[in-house]
């Protein structure tokens, strides 16, 4: 299995400044993925990250908000910008190039105040 | 779009007794995966078990068991002998190809699992 490490683990921001989170991963993988889980809610896929292309985005979620980098195969990293309380949420990226291989990382806690 | 359907919000067993939680989910694919993740108070998603939608064969991983019915798109799983350390937020996911190389996934709402000692 992968291990997947992500920073932060958590962190308390204030509104209208950014955030960024880092997800690495112990091995080269082509797809990493990150979502969204509001406060008592499911996952929400935000984007699909693929080293070397632009992102996919999901309804919803628009590059301008939450951009993404893939520098390499074994990196990724999410930036919540200009971030109100809604975006108060836990940030979690996942990787998967086979189904054998659907794991996530501890998930980052973002509170905005 | 999938969709993946957990009617069961909470659940509480006995310690060393069994538990069955429910899932079914809608798709127009003939070839998909599913899972249940555990989610314990410490917020890492944790693998349970994986059925793919080929294998007629129920998946089993120890103490944790499904029962997929194919047809009715249903896939149940079942703790057996529960422990206090099975408590936690558990998602059936439901993955496909959606006919490109895109192995995200679609959550249920969760169930949280109680376990009483």
């Known amino acids: 299995s992968a291990v997947i490490s992500q920073k932060p683990s958590r962190d308390i921001c204030q509104r209208g400044t950014s955030l960024t989170i880092q997800c690495q991963v112990d091995?080269?993988?082509?797809?990493m993925f990150w979502y969204r889980q509001q406060p008592g809610q499911s996952l929400t896929l935000i984007a699909t990250?693929?080293?070397?292309?632009?992102?996919?985005?999901e309804s919803g979620f628009v590059i301008d908000k939450f951009p993404i980098s893939r520098p390499n195969l074994t990196f990724s990293t999410l930036t919540v910008s200009n971030m109100s309380p809604e975006d108060s949420s836990i940030y979690l990226c996942?990787?998967?190039?086979?189904?054998?291989?659907?794991?996530f990382g501890q998930g980052t806690r973002l509170t905005v105040v | 779009a999938q969709t993946v359907t957990q009617s069961q919000p909470e659940m509480s067993v006995q310690e060393a007794e069994t538990v069955t939680l429910s899932c079914t989910y809608d798709t127009s694919e003939s070839d998909y995966y599913l899972f249940w993740y555990k989610q314990p108070p410490s917020r890492q998603m944790i693998l349970v078990i994986r059925?793919?939608?080929?294998?007629?064969q129920n998946a089993t991983e120890n103490r944790f068991s499904v029962n997929f019915q194919k047809a009715a798109k249903s896939f149940s799983l079942k703790i057996s002998d529960s422990q206090l350390g099975d408590a936690a937020m558990y998602f059936c996911?439901?993955?496909?190809?959606?006919?490109?190389?895109?192995?995200?996934?679609?959550f249920g709402k969760g169930t949280l699992l109680t376990v009483n000692p």
């Open positions: 996911a439901y993955g496909g190809d959606s006919g490109g190389s895109n192995y995200k996934l679609t």
């Open positions: 091995s080269q993988v082509t797809m």
């Open positions: 990250a693929n080293q070397g292309s632009e992102a996919t985005y």
């Open positions: 059925q793919e939608a080929y294998k007629q």
């Open positions: 996942s990787v998967g190039d086979r189904w054998t291989e659907a794991f």
